[in-house]
């Protein structure tokens, strides 16, 4: 760790100056970052060092160590403090070698996040009569690598304008996501393991693009009928469990 720890360091260090009269291998790249969104930030990293951060990605010229360096582009949050709905975070990571003396990117933004939509068979207008809360073991995405980033989510799902309910999670790395009912006057309710339930649906949170899940339960019976879309609409599978 401390000799990957030097050599990045002196990989940045390369940055300072380079004849063309010299030996170029340690020479730095040009790094080009294009945008393909609006609004798009852009970051690079050479292992866990990061080389320049947050830059506006509508185009990115930088000098850059040659070696595997990680370019991330992301639109939106990372992480959500705990009460808080899951941001609309777009973001991708692009392993890119500069061992060159130019070097083009242009990422494709992934969707980080997932809306899962809750409507309640047992009630005339989809609404129920007592509190929903979705609590889980994840609050966002790590800002070099975008896997899972541990730690304590717990929202309240927005009424939805077509009845029921929906609300914004983060890529799971587990299924203990749970929806927690209280009773008007504070009592709590029976749980229902909505990440269980997503992933015997076969939901694949490891997907580039997570899509999305719309949930009809029939509580009483405890009884539900799971829809997966694809994150760009279309159904692509439906269960009853």
Not at 88 to 95: D, I, K, R, T
Request: charged share 25%; proline share 5%.
């Amino acid at each position: 760790m401390r000799r990957a720890f030097i050599l990045g360091i002196l990989g940045l260090v390369a940055l300072g100056s380079c004849s063309v009269k010299e030996d170029r291998g340690d020479c730095p790249c040009w790094l080009t970052v294009r945008a393909s969104y609006p609004n798009e930030m852009v970051s690079a990293w050479l292992g866990t060092q990061p080389i320049f951060q947050d830059e506006d990605g509508q185009q990115v010229d930088r000098k850059v160590p040659r070696g595997d360096v990680d370019v991330v582009a992301s639109r939106g949050r990372f992480t959500v403090s705990e009460g808080e709905q899951m941001a609309e975070l777009f973001a991708s990571v692009s392993h890119v070698d500069t061992r060159a003396e130019e070097v083009e990117v242009i990422p494709y933004l992934h969707k980080q996040f997932a809306r899962v939509y809750l409507e309640f068979q047992d009630t005339d207008d989809g609404r129920v009569g007592y509190t929903l809360e979705v609590q889980g073991n994840v609050k966002g995405a790590d800002k070099r690598t975008l896997e899972p980033v541990g730690g304590a989510f717990h929202c309240t799902p927005d009424e939805s304008d077509d009845r029921g309910y929906e609300v914004c999670v983060p890529r799971q790395k587990d299924d203990s996501l749970m929806l927690l009912q209280f009773s008007d006057d504070g009592e709590e309710l029976p749980s229902i393991p909505i990440g269980q339930i997503i992933k015997k649906a076969g939901f694949d949170w490891s997907q580039d693009s997570l899509g999305d899940v719309s949930i009809l339960a029939n509580i009483p019976e405890m009884r539900f009928q799971i829809t997966v879309m694809d994150w760009q609409g279309p159904i692509t599978m439906t269960v009853t469990i």
